[in-house]
């Protein structure tokens, strides 16, 4: 509201309205003809009007097309009033009742825009500066809500990555475990024997399996086979590196154990996959 102390005019708008809603009254169950029942209609219309100055002076605010359409509302309705009663005074054939009659209730609006006027605060903020600073809270109020929204879009992102990069890891991990698994259930391959070559058994007592044939085999009556076939071979009937060693270094007295131990590494890795 935009009034800080009451003003004398406060007085006579009061005392003018009071006697326009008599006036009013009277004049238009007069004019109606409706006997008491009329009074509900007369009263009504002064009030209404009355309804509008109150409205004004507690500040209330209707825009429309940027301009406030209380004083409009109050105006119209007090041009009906004084046009019910200057028709009043014609229908009863008496020009003063009809030039005077409406004089009351708009003697009574003017010094209520007086009144207002007095009361009104110089440094109060204007109907445009309420509409400036209604638009700023409202477009501060969107920027709140948009900036809450944001924050709930990225919450919701973060949620979603983070719960794919879970889902990840417990793949990976099962793919792990499960080729663990499998390899720890793979049989060893092992490669077809040729009948010069007997095959070497481990005893269950643990006692390590026999040396391969001495070199008088009759694979010295052919041409020796390299050390890379003795390494396949040898990996493929016995599961310990260095027996498979000293078996191809029994065939082969003339290659170094150095190469032979690569070689014999080397065949593994190809076989099992890495296994020493």
Do not use: C
């Not at 003003?7 to 006579?12: A, F």
């Not at 309420?130 to 700023?136: K, P, V």
């Not at 050390?227 to 071979?233: K, Q, S």
């Amino acid at each position: 509201m935009r009034t800080h102390v009451p003003t004398p005019l406060l007085v006579p708008a009061v005392a003018l309205s009071a006697a326009s809603l008599a006036w009013t009254t009277w004049s238009l169950v007069d004019l109606l003809g409706a006997g008491w029942i009329g009074v509900t209609v007369a009263a009504g219309a002064d009030i209404i009007w009355a309804a509008v100055i109150v409205a004004e002076a507690r500040g209330v605010h209707i825009p429309l097309r940027g301009r406030n359409l209380v004083p409009a509302i109050g105006w119209v309705t007090l041009l009906a009033v004084a046009a019910l009663l200057a028709w009043h005074g014609i229908d009863r054939h008496a020009p003063a009742m009809a030039a005077a009659g409406p004089f009351l209730p708009l003697g009574a609006k003017v010094v209520w825009l007086l009144a207002l006027a007095d009361m009104r605060d110089p440094a109060a903020l204007t109907d445009a500066d309420r509409a400036q600073l209604a638009d700023e809270r409202r477009a501060m109020a969107f920027e709140e809500e948009r900036h809450r929204h944001e924050l709930r879009r990225r919450e919701m992102a973060a949620e979603r990555l983070l719960a794919d990069v879970s889902v990840d890891f417990e793949i990976e991990l099962a793919r792990q475990e499960k080729g663990r698994e499998l390899a720890r259930r793979a049989p060893i391959a092992i490669a077809p024997i040729t009948p010069e070559q007997p095959p070497i058994t481990i005893a269950s007592t643990g006692e390590q399996p026999p040396l391969a044939p001495p070199a008088t085999s009759p694979i010295t009556d052919r041409e020796q086979p390299s050390i890379a076939d003795l390494a396949r071979e040898q990996v493929a009937i016995t599961p310990d590196n260095e027996i498979a060693v000293r078996a191809i270094l029994a065939i082969r007295p003339d290659a170094k154990e150095t190469s032979v131990g690569a070689a014999v590494r080397r065949a593994r890795g190809k076989m099992t996959g890495g296994y020493n």
